[in-house]
């Protein structure tokens, strides 16, 4: 978790350039959850070189199942478009979201394996998913 979310590295993304964070709220000024977005990153072994990473996007449960996600994602290619993106792609866990992206327009295309020991075994499988623009 340190990794991810220490002070040191939260420090170091805020100061770069290429990575946006987000922090969303509904009308009410309630917290509806934030984005990681990595404004220029190619797909790892794929011919699409000139896209938008959403690394990171979290939603506070009680937004769960309300349409916030999507508004989210939404909001990500809006971003990805105004900077002349060409796609919008993502890692997700298999037992994630996967439907709710897909329904934004993500198709799969590959498999990751992430290898962090912190990560419980049955979680370290996921989907690369992407979003042409």
């Known amino acids: ?20 964070y987000w ?4 009308a009410s000024g309630q917290i509806v959850g934030f984005l990681k977005l990595v404004l220029q990153k190619s797909l ?15 939603l506070m449960p009680n937004f769960f199942g309300k349409g916030a996600g ?23 866990m298999k037992g994630g979201p996967v439907g709710a ?5 993500f198709k ?5 394996h992430w290898d962090y020991a912190l990560l419980r075994e049955e979680a370290r499988d996921g989907w690369l998913m992407v979003c042409q623009i």
């Open 44 to 58: 790892p072994e794929h011919s699409i070189q000139n896209a938008l990473y959403l690394e990171k996007i979290y």
């Open 23 to 26: 922090l969303v709220a509904d």
């Open 70 to 92: 999507q508004h989210l994602i939404e909001f990500a290619k809006q971003r990805a478009i105004h900077l002349g993106r060409e796609a919008i792609w993502l890692m997700v």
């Open 108 to 112: 799969t295309v590959g498999e990751v």
């Open 101 to 105: 992206y897909e329904r934004a327009g």
């Open 1 to 20: 978790m340190v990794l991810c979310f220490g002070i040191e590295t939260l420090t170091a993304e805020l100061q770069d350039s290429n990575i946006e």
